[in-house]
């Protein structure tokens, strides 16, 4: 909403400075970190009260999380996710629709993901909402998403796939590309949702992602920028910056609480809805693909769950000692800040892999 001050920059001409993407991005990031900071203990006080056994843990996991684990609560995205709002919507240009679209994903997906949280917490099960039921949900959302992104777009790159490395390389899906985005969305909410099982291993390489998309959209979203690049240029979507910046402070200021020993998990009320902002995030600048490089680490966490299933469904026999994989290397022995620190020197590698298809073309 502070951008509208920027109107009144003719009367002083220091407002001016709220035109600036750049300028409104950082407000988001401390806004949101401080934001966290500050209300964080509060929250997290809140939900041990009213949890009691907080989040129940896998029996069938590693031991040690039953005596390290056991009583923390969970729901810790409505921490992440207040931030993101508040922060978003005092530094975003409320006339952007991109905004709106982003953080109506995200605020769905955190319902989704609320009341599955709710679920497991009130029955003191891993049955929480119904798989099938959840996805259902999760496509219906993405698909208006994703119609209305087509509908804001320019032309036929609105309902095109770019692919990296190569400009001239574009498929025009079409009405095939609200199924496309769709997935990519639901896609990204639940690799993301897999990932976090480990405390602070899911919020670092969301946090590198939200720095690298928000990059890329500001990129994306300007036209002489995009020219130089060649990069498809998007319009609007630069807005989408503010997002990523009001994301990265929240996640500093829940990687705090979060940080092992973990005072509160981030639940499926923080996974799915992050994952669904980033996926957006990725259809609305058209690059879907590159998601996938920079999500890299989300991607291997689901792969490793569908091929464990796929595998003892098929021949009765596991691949992995555990999934998702991240569980599979604390069977082998590993400590959990090795591989969680492991896994943020991967996503750091995959976001700047990524960030390289923005030049070699």
Not at 70 to 96: D, E, F, H, Q, Y
Not at 215 to 237: K, M, R, S
């Amino acid at each position: 909403m502070l951008t509208l001050l920027a109107e009144y920059s003719g009367f002083l001409s220091v407002l001016n400075v709220f035109r600036y993407i750049t300028f409104r991005t950082v407000g988001a990031t401390v806004t949101s970190l401080f934001f966290v900071f500050f209300f964080g203990p509060t929250i997290i006080a809140s939900l041990r009260v009213r949890q009691g056994k907080g989040q129940p843990i896998r029996e069938d996991g590693p031991a040690s999380h039953l005596l390290t684990k056991k009583g923390t609560p969970t729901m810790g995205g409505l921490m992440i996710l207040s931030g993101v709002l508040v922060a978003t919507l005092l530094w975003c240009n409320p006339r952007n629709v991109y905004i709106w679209v982003v953080l109506g994903v995200t605020i769905s997906f955190g319902a989704i993901g609320f009341y599955d949280d709710y679920l497991k917490v009130t029955k003191q099960s891993h049955a929480g909402l119904s798989g099938r039921m959840r996805l259902l949900i999760e496509a219906l959302i993405a698909l208006v998403a994703c119609y209305v992104m087509s509908n804001i777009g320019v032309g036929k790159l609105s309902t095109s796939l770019t692919v990296p490395f190569f400009k001239e390389i574009v498929f025009d899906l079409g009405f095939f590309f609200l199924a496309f985005g769709a997935f990519i969305i639901v896609a990204a909410g639940n690799a993301v949702n897999l990932t976090d099982g480990l405390d602070g291993l899911a919020i670092v390489p969301v946090m590198i992602a939200a720095a690298t998309f928000g990059f890329i959209a500001y990129l994306a979203g300007n036209a002489i920028f995009a020219n130089y690049l060649q990069i498809h240029f998007t319009p609007g979507t630069g807005e989408l910056a503010v997002v990523c910046g009001a994301l990265i402070g929240a996640g500093l200021g829940f990687l705090w609480f979060n940080a092992p020993p973990a005072q509160i998990f981030m639940g499926d009320t923080g996974s799915l809805a992050l994952g669904g902002l980033l996926g957006t995030i990725a259809v609305a600048t058209k690059h879907e693909i590159v998601l996938g490089i920079v999500g890299g680490l989300f991607v291997l966490e689901a792969v490793s769950v569908i091929i464990q299933v796929a595998s003892f469904k098929l021949t009765g026999k596991r691949i992995f000692l555990m999934a998702p994989i991240h569980h599979h290397f604390e069977k082998l022995g590993w400590k959990e800040p090795q591989i969680v620190i492991r896994f943020w020197i991967i996503s750091v590698i995959l976001a700047l892999i990524g960030l390289s298809t923005l030049k070699l073309r």
